[in-house]
């Protein structure tokens, strides 16, 4: 069974720049996360997807970032325009049930961001 | 403001010793994950611990919850290099949804 891929797995663009990042979870899964790890600091939850629905999208920093996943597959974080501020690592993670005490969130690779 | 305050944030030590990371909140979690993340890779779930006091071990890892569901440790007994790597402790306030990471412990065991 593939795991989470997360493409590109390197980006760097300059500042103004719009970069799209994209998440295909692991087959089934109808939850899908999005983190954000930057310089420094702890990995920090950006916003959930149950299938196509946005769950919660609390941990979104402003409206320059825009998460979509129409038909509940894939899913796409548009950076636009990018700040110095938004490089760091973009971390993906999908999970098959959510409400199971022990749900296992499966984490892709990441997208290294750097904005110049 | 830092929700999960994990440490220490960097330990070197030499294989054959112990080690323990602690992480600490003032919320009530009701699970809270540990992860080991290698370099280029995604974090990867070591186990998850639910109930306040349990302890789960995995091979020379043991894992506490504490009996308040507010902190959690790590110990690593009689560490080896194949140990080195950055563990990542995660704290979850619903049964499932987002979690909540601490800064994350990066472990050198040198041989």
């Known amino acids: 069974e593939a795991g989470v891929t997360q493409f590109p797995s390197h980006s760097v663009i300059e500042k103004g720049q719009t970069v799209t990042l994209r998440c295909d979870p692991i087959s089934g899964h109808d939850n899908l996360y999005w983190y954000r790890r930057v310089m420094g600091k702890e990995i920090k939850f950006l916003l959930h997807f149950v299938k196509e629905s946005k769950q919660d999208e609390s941990g979104m920093p402003n409206n320059r970032f825009l998460a979509e996943r129409t038909g509940g597959t894939y899913s796409t974080l548009k950076v636009q325009p990018a700040e110095l501020e938004d490089s760091g690592v973009y971390f993906c993670?999908?999970?098959?049930?959510?409400?199971?005490?022990?749900?296992?969130?499966?984490f892709g690779p990441g997208t290294r961001l750097l904005v110049l | 403001t830092q929700l999960l305050e994990q440490s220490p944030q960097f330990l070197s030590i030499q294989e054959g010793e112990n080690l323990t990371v602690y992480c600490n909140s003032s919320?009530?979690?009701?699970?809270l994950q540990w992860y080991r993340q290698e370099p280029g890779e995604g974090p990867v779930l070591l186990v998850t611990?639910?109930?306040?006091?349990e302890v789960k071990k995995l091979k020379r890892l043991t894992f506490q919850f504490g009996d308040a569901r507010k902190d959690s440790s790590l110990h690593i007994t009689a560490a080896q290099p194949g140990d080195t790597g950055l563990y990542l402790c995660?704290?979850?306030?619903?049964?499932?949804?987002?979690?909540?990471f601490g800064q994350g412990t990066e472990l050198s065991v040198k041989p």
């Open positions: 995660a704290g979850a306030y619903n049964q499932g949804g987002k979690l909540i």
């Open positions: 919320s009530v979690f009701s699970s």
């Open positions: 993670a999908s999970s098959q049930e959510q409400g199971a005490i022990q749900e296992t969130q499966y």
């Open positions: 611990v639910v109930t306040g006091g």
